[in-house]
């Protein structure tokens, strides 16, 4: 019955376990694992950046918000580069595919108002290994992508058709047992330690 009152906080950087009567609304994330784990990683560097900063002076002191958006996108930034560089490998000659990637309007207006481009980033990894007949790289990168956003699993609909029609069943078969390998990985710790957080994302989403 005690631990059914506990609930857990951030505390300097740290989960700390509290009654739950002590604590206010409950908030979990509303995104899934792997981006989660990036969220943290980017709080981290932010923390120590601002800690550098603020005891030496050598570079500037933002405001935390700043500095962790800053640090975000230069992130997010890198894992875009990715996703160019895999279209770039993918089409070749086909010069403009690669154009389109890069001048998206989309990516414009909303490369950083979100977390996409994490999982854009696996996803174009995947893809590639994929091109270059690798399916269990290609399965394991796609199961990243899925832990950091759900759509890119529904990328094995279309690679499953492809491969009914030229008989390449099993590279299908290898993809999807290496994605759903790397995707419980990454999220049955989660899972077993705070089910009611891991269950946010799926909660909010099937109720939008």
């Given at each position: 019955?005690?631990?059914?009152?506990?609930?857990?906080?951030?505390?300097?950087g740290r989960l700390v376990p509290v009654l739950a009567d002590q604590v206010?609304?409950?908030?979990?994330?509303?995104?899934?694992v792997l981006t989660g784990y990036f969220m943290w990683?980017?709080?981290?560097?932010t923390s120590a950046y601002l800690s550098f900063t603020t005891s030496t002076h050598l570079l500037p002191v933002p405001l935390d918000v700043a500095a962790y958006f800053t640090i975000g996108a230069i992130l997010l930034g890198f894992a875009y580069l990715v996703v160019i560089a895999c279209t770039a490998r993918i089409a070749r000659r086909r010069?403009?595919?690669?154009?389109?990637?890069?001048?998206?309007p989309l990516l414009i207006v909303h490369a950083f108002t979100n977390w996409d481009l994490l999982a854009m980033g696996f996803t174009g990894g995947a893809m590639l290994a994929w091109a270059r007949r690798k399916p269990v790289l290609a399965g394991a990168?796609?199961?990243l992508g899925t832990a950091a956003k759900l759509y890119p699993v529904l990328l094995l609909g279309p690679l499953l058709v492809l491969c009914l029609r030229s008989g390449r069943m099993g590279a299908w078969a290898k993809a999807l047992i290496g994605g759903v390998v790397v995707w419980v990985a990454v999220n049955l710790p989660i899972l077993l330690t705070y089910?009611?957080?891991?269950?946010?994302?799926?909660?909010?989403?099937?109720?939008?």
């Open positions: 019955m005690i631990a059914d009152s506990l609930t857990y906080e951030v505390q300097d206010g609304t409950v908030r979990y994330l509303e995104y899934p990683g980017v709080a981290a560097l010069v403009w595919d690669t154009a389109i990637m890069c001048l998206s990168l796609l199961g089910p009611r957080a891991w269950l946010e994302f799926y909660t909010m989403n099937s109720t939008r």
